[in-house]
């Protein structure tokens, strides 16, 4: 049964559904006629409750979809079909210490409140004021945020390991990094993070990603992973059971990796055949590229 102050959502039998935050006096104005906050509160979650012109209304509480999908937005996106794989790559949950760069609306900032849980803590870092500013008030209206730290800080300077107002010496157990040109803060994200962290990084274009795991052979990361998730629904209609006209398909590129150093000693015992030695010749070549050196004078055994 909801409170006063809790957020419901109305669904209309037109298939509309809107979150309403229930105030004690304010009453709801639809398109279908005035319903009484009093007729809200004392109505059952998964009930219907009907307006003054008598259409029905389902009183539905608010899941975590629905508040991700429901904030406001002055930013691109994030879908929860992504989210949900990002948290489970970074194993975010109780007691866990995640990082994120940057926080934009704060979409994602609200996922990993939620999954954190009481232990849990998050670090949201955000360069630009305005973003900064709204991901604290859509955080507040989906009545999380409770174990989040908003830093209004351009990680250009680095994640504030040792600022007393940001990290203050306790590192990050992973970190997801969102910005336009993560390739530029890997230093930064090393320093902020514990050995063998994971990070996820999600990117809207294929240069950007190339750009990315270029950068991320040199090095020290390793089983780094790129995928986009694709989420199809499918026509619930017994004995027509067929999928839908539309998809959610392609909405980023999602890419993994984790700190991990790496010896030579490793590389050796690594089975090669054919392919996988011009592969490795080729990364060596690119490696030799990076440290300015002449890729024509890397010797492999091919």
């Known amino acids: 049964m909801p409170q006063y102050g809790d957020l419901v959502i109305l669904a209309s039998p037109r298939g509309k559904r809107h979150i309403y935050r229930i105030e004690q006096g304010q009453d709801l104005h639809t398109q279908d006629g005035v319903m009484r906050a009093c007729d809200v509160v004392e109505a059952e979650f998964g009930t219907e ?3 003054a012109k008598g259409v029905p209304f389902r009183l539905q509480k608010p899941q975590l979809h629905d508040l991700v999908m429901g904030i406001k937005r002055q930013t691109q996106i994030m879908y929860p079909k992504d989210m949900g794989l990002i948290c489970f790559k970074l194993g975010v949950g109780n007691g866990r210490t995640i990082l994120e760069a940057g926080s934009g609306s704060g979409g994602f900032t609200l996922a990993l409140s939620w999954f954190s849980g009481p232990e849990g803590h998050v670090h949201s870092f955000e360069a630009r004021e305005e973003f900064h500013k709204l991901a604290k008030r859509n955080l507040e209206w989906a009545g999380v945020g ?6 209004l800080r351009d990680i250009a300077n680095g994640f504030g390991v040792d600022d007393p107002d940001c990290l203050n010496g306790k590192k990050g157990d992973a970190l997801f990094l969102d910005v336009r040109t993560p390739w530029e803060y890997l230093d930064a994200a090393r320093e902020a993070l514990v050995p063998g ?20 052979e040199i090095g020290p990361f390793e089983e780094t ?10 026509k619930v209609v017994p004995g027509r059971l067929r999928p839908a006209d539309r998809m959610s398909a392609h909405t980023a590129f999602l890419v993994f990796t984790r700190i ?9 015992l690594i089975p090669l055949g054919t392919r996988e030695r011009k592969q490795e010749a080729a990364r060596q070549a690119r490696l030799a590229a990076a440290r300015g050196e002449d890729p024509e004078s890397v010797e492999y055994d091919v």
């Open 260 to 268: 991990q150093e790496r010896s030579a000693d490793w590389d050796a």
């Open 225 to 234: 992973e790129v995928c986009e998730v694709l989420v199809r629904p499918w």
């Open 49 to 51: 409750v009907r307006t």
């Open 146 to 151: 409770k174990n989040v730290t908003l830093h």
């Open 197 to 216: 962290a994971p990070i996820a990084f999600l990117l809207p274009t294929v240069e950007q990603v190339s750009q990315l795991i270029t950068a991320l």
